[in-house]
């Protein structure tokens, strides 16, 4: 069987069909679970059509297209005022053409770096719970060490940022399985180098190490 006769039941179709004709394919697919593709192939199969293909920009929506170009995708701007992203292209466009300053390079390159950086985020949490990713971006060099990281934090390890250090202490409740599994792939299980003073350790550089020494009693004595 193909994979699009199993994705498709009653109920999903029967939605396509009430709501094809007015809504675009990027919201039926996110409603319906599919990809824009197989909307598409369904949509012809069932010899649906668009009633318009394109909005038409009122003054006011063209306001608000343009005051959100500063600081939003186009992609931002479409999914937000229920458009196409060529129309947010072309408004801004003709915008242009009487006028309009469109943002700088260094600006859309800022706005489309953060945007990714949303869309990675809201991908891995997904992955975290295992759900499907709804991009193709690749979020893990290395998916099992990601996951063991993650694994090592849930149960309260010190993991080094960006590093394959895990660092325990005494108070550090520790899970030979896992640790056994994180050295398998790479992990570095350490201990945190600890310097003990005794307390009658003899001062040698005068008022700087009585201080010293008189403080490492007082929380001696005192507990």
């Not at 939003?72 to 229920?82: E, M, P, V």
């Not at 009487?98 to 489309?112: L, V």
Request: hydrophobic share 35%.
């Amino acid at each position: 069987m193909s994979r699009i006769a199993t994705i498709w039941n009653a109920d999903k179709i029967k939605f396509l069909v009430e709501n094809y004709a007015h809504v675009s394919n990027r919201k039926l697919a996110n409603t319906l679970g599919v990809s824009i593709p197989y909307v598409k192939i369904k949509a012809r199969e069932l010899g649906l059509k668009k009633e318009c293909a394109k909005r038409k920009i009122f003054p006011s929506l063209e306001t608000n297209i343009l005051k959100m170009s500063e600081s939003c995708s186009y992609r931002t701007i479409a999914n937000k005022l229920n458009i196409s992203v060529s129309s947010v292209h072309s408004t801004i466009n003709d915008a242009t053409t009487k006028g309009f300053q469109k943002r700088s390079r260094e600006k859309t390159g800022k706005i489309m770096s953060e945007t990714r950086v949303r869309l990675i985020k809201r991908e891995r949490a997904r992955a975290v719970f295992g759900l499907n990713q709804k991009t193709k971006i690749k979020l893990f060099p290395n998916k099992q060490k990601y996951h063991m990281r993650d694994r090592l934090k849930r149960c309260r390890y010190e993991v080094e940022h960006n590093g394959m250090d895990v660092y325990i202490d005494d108070e550090t409740r520790r899970y030979a399985n896992i640790e056994t599994e994180a050295q398998k792939i790479g992990f570095n299980i350490q201990l945190p180098y600890i310097t003990y003073y005794p307390l009658d350790f003899v001062t040698e550089n005068g008022d700087a190490e009585e201080e010293i020494f008189t403080e490492l009693k007082r929380k001696n004595i005192h507990g």
